[in-house]
């Protein structure tokens, strides 16, 4: 049974558009949820933490749905810099390592 | 701030050969990781260390030794290594208890021919 999930994409988005990304986790104790972004050959590096009343850094705003044990994280008005995978994390109750989604393919095209 | 650093960035090994991956942080983290990334497979944890004089086994530990030397230190040895071992390999940190925020370095690309 996965842990936590993200649909792989690619997602493919012209500049300038919205565009979302859900992960579901499944563990309904879990309590601590990240954003991190990876470029291509890269280490991870972190986007957004994600709290329960939501959380947002300019263009991006990341979600937290308890009741269907999802989080989100929306960009706004894409730039062909945002193009990357996004992955999530998920922190478990007690002293136990977060756990990784396999990420979302994101590409912005001009 | 230099932040986690791995050594050494890029490795070429025969089958067989041995080798030690060596990871340094400078951020006073009680925690730090090991994992190996795929394509298609996304971050595996390899072994981790919560604290200082301890390690754990994380989902992929098969082919693989870590020593904490130190709050600063963990190290990843491969005592005979195989061509499934070829990986991107990331060791990490973060503030105990386990479950903030992961710092990873920059990676170390291992080709086992």
């Known amino acids: 049974r996965k842990e936590v999930e993200q649909d792989p994409g690619p997602f493919n988005v012209p500049e300038g558009a919205t565009v979302a990304f859900n992960c579901t986790y499944s563990?309904?104790?879990?309590?601590?949820f990240f954003w991190y972004r990876q470029d291509c050959r890269k280490e991870p590096k972190l986007l957004m933490s994600?709290?329960?009343s939501g959380n947002e850094d300019g263009r991006f705003t990341a979600q937290l749905n308890r009741a269907s044990q999802y989080i989100s994280l929306l960009i706004r008005d894409s730039k062909l810099s945002d193009s990357a995978t996004y992955l999530c994390?998920?922190?478990?109750?007690?002293?136990?390592?977060?756990?990784f989604g396999k990420g979302t393919r994101l590409s912005v095209i001009a | 701030n230099a932040g986690v650093t791995q050594t050494p960035k890029f490795q070429v090994l025969k089958t067989g050969q041995s080798m030690t991956l060596q990871c340094a942080q400078d951020?006073?983290?009680?925690?730090m990781y090991w994992y190996r990334q795929d394509p298609g497979m996304g971050l595996r944890l390899i072994y981790y260390?919560?604290?200082?004089?301890?390690?754990d086994k994380g989902e992929v530990p098969n082919g693989y030794n870590v020593s904490r030397l130190n709050k600063r230190e963990f190290s990843l040895r491969l005592e005979s290594a195989a061509p499934s071992q070829t990986s991107v390999y990331f060791c990490?940190?973060?503030?105990?208890?386990?479950?903030?925020?992961?710092?990873f370095g920059e990676g170390s690309r291992l080709t086992v021919l």
């Open positions: 990490a940190s973060s503030e105990a208890p386990m479950g903030r925020e992961l710092f």
């Open positions: 563990n309904s104790a879990s309590q601590s």
């Open positions: 994600v709290y329960s």
């Open positions: 994390a998920v922190g478990f109750s007690g002293n136990t390592p977060l756990v």
């Open positions: 260390s919560a604290s200082e004089g301890t390690t």
């Open positions: 951020m006073n983290h009680n925690s």
